[in-house]
């Protein structure tokens, strides 16, 4: 099982860009989810998905989109790159909401 | 919304000695995860907790879930240099899955 995959791994966009972050996992899980990890701040929720075909806001979604179509993935799209959405970025997976949480490797994002 | 505060932000110890993170919510929470994230790498399941009350232990770490469900603690007994890492709680409030982080405590420990 490769649980949850990410790519790109590291990426570097200038200010304006559009760009999608891809989300795969092969578990089998409903509920699918993006955080960003900034220095001091700790994870914040972007998005979140408890199952295709569903999507919600998290803590943070302004210039995030998000969709669902299938359950196996869940990209993260950026609209307009701003350089405060430079981050770490993860997807994470579980079978439910209340589950632990399978994370990804994240994608190192620099927007310049 | 619903908030996760995590404290201390950072902890520095020497080998040995105890550590311990507190975690408090702004709501009463359905469950409490815990997380380690060791530098580089991602975050990775500890354990979780639901029951008021609830204390659980792994090996040299305990972890104790408040009786009204606002606040936790995590309690590493004689740290080791591979504790190194940054130590998340999560709550989840209500049934929307919803699940919300604390800031991290990064623990660093000195040989």
């Known amino acids: 099982n490769a649980g949850v995959t990410q790519t790109p791994k590291f990426q570097v966009l200038k200010t304006g860009q559009s760009m999608t972050l891809q989300c795969a996992q092969d578990?089998?899980?409903?509920?699918m989810s993006w955080y960003r990890q900034d220095p001091g701040m700790g994870l914040r929720l972007i998005h979140y998905?408890?199952?295709?075909?569903?999507?919600d806001q998290g803590e943070v979604p302004n210039g995030y989109n998000v969709s669902r179509s299938t359950t196996e993935d869940f990209p993260l799209r950026l609209l307009s790159a701003a350089p405060s959405q430079t981050s770490v970025y993860f997807c994470?997976?579980?079978?439910?909401?209340?589950?632990?949480?399978?994370f990804g490797d994240g994608t190192r994002l620099s927007i310049l | 919304g619903q908030q996760v505060m995590q404290i201390p932000q950072y902890q520095h110890v020497q080998e040995g000695e105890d550590f311990t993170t507190y975690c408090n919510s702004s709501?009463?929470?359905?469950?409490i995860q815990w997380y380690k994230q060791r530098p580089g790498g991602h975050p990775v399941f500890l354990i979780q907790?639901?029951?008021?009350?609830e204390v659980k232990k792994q090996k040299r770490l305990t972890f104790q879930f408040g009786e009204a469900k606002k606040n936790s603690s995590l309690h590493i007994t004689a740290t080791q240099t591979t504790d190194v890492g940054t130590y998340f709680c999560?709550?989840?409030?209500?049934?929307?899955?919803?699940?919300?982080f604390g800031q991290g405590t990064t623990l660093q420990v000195k040989p």
């Open positions: 998905s408890v199952g295709a075909g569903i999507t």
């Open positions: 578990m089998n899980h409903e509920y």
């Open positions: 994470a997976s579980s079978y439910q909401g209340m589950q632990p949480q399978h």
């Open positions: 709501t009463t929470l359905s469950n």
């Open positions: 999560a709550g989840n409030s209500g049934n929307t899955g919803k699940l919300i």
């Open positions: 907790l639901v029951k008021s009350g």
